[in-house]
């Protein structure tokens, strides 16, 4: 009898032993692992894919940790927008996100259930079908959308401040873009008010970007507006740089700001790290058990406006006080 109390006292000791170690010597369990795809019609220079590992971090999730981010590029090739989304949601992953309003366009065509976050880039988002309504999307796609009839009529006006003898100003736009062309549409509304007339040229192929800038060589204009966030213009870049400078060419450009930075002459456009920041906490409410179909889509609020101050110097411009004042940045 003495005996069996031992062994139940022994064995009533051992098991208290398991669970407090379960309890508080056990190692936790290793954190959930998200997987978020990112859809991107540049290239991998491009910084973008770093203002969202910034974003995320801020949030709490880490690449490695609890967080896994498959980033995949068009590099400026429109055709491979349904071929890359196709593989991104093989993938079965928790969100997708893109700037590219044709990105938004081929993850539609290719999934229903997969959550997709616009991260800014992207306008007309009710006129194109990617949500309902602003309010309530009522499918799986939301985020931050641009408002491209304000912006577009905001670079003409500041082209004009900063260049008061713009009269004719030639505009390259790709026409294989739903988005670029509602945006020359834009344009071309706001250009009689400010006594501009507008010339449009489509850069669609790279054989139509050398036709465009010769035909712009000899169309007599005195500015030029370039839709930089075309995909076919990213990868001609340079040589539209060139053909600015060689030309003397006053020029406004959106998309991306590298255009200014190499040479062009203005900027305006959304600050793509915060509306990226922005669209990472809506990956992280969805993350978090968000239905993406609820959550209202917010607009970008927050814009850059650049001027390269090397490049007015070479020209011989003087840039109206009135204009620096409303800059976000100069390059000297």
Not at 35 to 52: F, H, K, R
Not at 65 to 89: C, H, K, M, Q, W
Not at 134 to 163: D, M
């Amino acid at each position: 009898m003495r005996q069996s109390r031992r062994a139940f006292l022994r064995a009533a000791a051992a098991s208290s032993t398991l669970v407090a170690l379960s309890v508080c010597g056990a190692p936790p369990a290793p954190p959930k692992v998200y997987s978020v795809g990112w859809l991107s019609s540049l290239t991998e220079a491009s910084p973008g894919v770093d203002y969202l590992r910034q974003a995320f971090r801020e949030l709490g999730y880490v690449e490695g940790r609890n967080l896994s981010l498959d980033v995949r590029y068009t590099e400026g090739r429109n055709e491979r927008f349904p071929i890359i989304a196709a593989e991104l949601v093989a993938l079965r992953l928790d969100v997708i996100m893109t700037r590219a309003s044709q990105g938004v366009l081929a993850l539609q065509q290719a999934t229903s259930s997969i959550p997709i976050v616009m991260a800014g880039g992207i306008s007309d988002v009710v006129e194109a079908g990617f949500v309902a309504s602003l309010a309530r999307p009522g499918g799986n796609i939301t985020g931050v959308y641009g408002a491209a009839s304000e912006i577009a009529g905001r670079r003409l006006q500041l082209l004009k401040e900063a260049v008061p003898t713009a009269s004719r100003v030639a505009y390259l736009f790709d026409s294989s873009s739903d988005q670029q062309v509602r945006n020359r549409q834009y344009s071309l509304n706001a250009a009689p008010t400010l006594g501009i007339a507008l010339l449009s040229y489509d850069v669609r192929t790279a054989p139509s970007v050398t036709d465009a800038l010769v035909a712009v060589g000899s169309s007599h204009s005195n500015a030029i507006v370039v839709a930089g966030g075309a995909t076919r213009l990213q990868g001609e870049q340079q040589r539209v740089i060139d053909f600015l400078s060689s030309s003397r060419l006053p020029s406004m450009v959106s998309g991306i700001r590298t255009w200014v930075e190499k040479g062009a002459l203005l900027f305006y456009d959304e600050n793509d790290a915060d509306s990226i920041r922005n669209a990472a906490t809506y990956v992280d409410r969805i993350l978090r058990g968000a239905n993406p179909a609820d959550l209202p889509c917010a607009k970008a609020t927050k814009f850059d406006f650049v001027i390269n101050l090397k490049t007015a110097n070479a020209f011989g411009l003087k840039i109206p006080s009135s204009v620096l004042a409303q800059t976000s940045e100069q390059i000297q």
